[in-house]
């Protein structure tokens, strides 16, 4: 069974700097699908950024950007410019590719904190 | 809707009671998800309906948890003789439904509470 593992359970960052968020996980598939969610203290789940296994380009969205590392199985999130409104809880999420098995297994999440 | 709607937003019961949870999902998406999130966790999958398909069920922890959908409409949870470690927040989202690079939106969720 795949796991995602998030080993930082709490981040800090300046407002206006940079932060990078760690995720790791383990399977034996090939193709499939990784993302991270943002929950904040309002509990509703916003997808952040989402990759696919078989594009070696990282994904970027404005602010938000990833290192897929498929090799070591390592997927970061790298939030640039980070404003008050980033403050929230981090989930680093996969997906299997193979048809009839749609659910997303999380990691734990991280708590990022912005300081103005 | 625009988005998708769960009820109640709070829930308190006492052990033993039934409870049930519902779930209106994003109009035309034909994959409906269950989550647990338990306090200072991620989400664990419960429940996976698509379409007419039988759901998959691999997530439900045990045989107090059940789960109906109708159609491509509205979802109910339902957990019999609630426990404490029931206590959660209870987490519904759903998608097109096309399998592939699909991504699922999310409710707000309902906090539930087992006294």
């Known amino acids: 069974a795949q796991t995602v593992t998030q080993s930082q359970p709490e981040m800090s960052v300046q407002e206006a700097e940079t932060v990078t968020l760690s995720c790791t996980y383990d399977t034996s598939e090939s193709d499939y699908y990784l993302f991270w969610y943002k929950q904040p203290p309002s509990r509703q789940m916003i997808l952040v950024i989402r990759?696919?296994?078989?594009?070696?380009q990282n994904a970027t969205e404005n602010r938000f950007s990833v290192n897929f590392q498929k090799a070591a199985k390592s997927f970061s999130l790298k939030i640039s410019d980070s404003q008050l409104g980033d403050a929230a809880m981090y989930f680093c999420a996969y997906r299997t590719s193979q048809g009839g098995s749609e659910k997303l297994v999380f990691g734990k999440g991280t708590k990022l904190t912005v300081n103005p | 809707g625009a988005g998708v709607s769960q009820s109640p937003s709070n829930k308190v019961t006492e052990k033993g009671k039934d409870v049930e949870l519902r779930c209106d999902p994003i109009s035309g998406h034909t994959a409906l998800y269950w989550y647990r999130q338990r306090l200072g966790q991620g989400l664990e999958f419960l429940i996976y309906?698509?379409?007419?398909?039988?759901?998959?069920k691999s997530g439900l922890p045990s045989d107090r948890f059940s789960a109906e959908r109708t159609g491509e409409s509205v979802s109910t949870l339902t957990i019999q003789r609630t426990q404490q470690e029931d206590s959660a927040v209870y987490l519904c989202a759903s998608s097109v439904g096309t399998g592939g690079f699909d991504t699922q939106y999310f409710g707000p969720g309902t906090r539930l509470t087992v006294l």
């Open positions: 309906f698509q379409g007419n398909s039988a759901p998959d």
């Open positions: 990759q696919e296994a078989y594009k070696q």
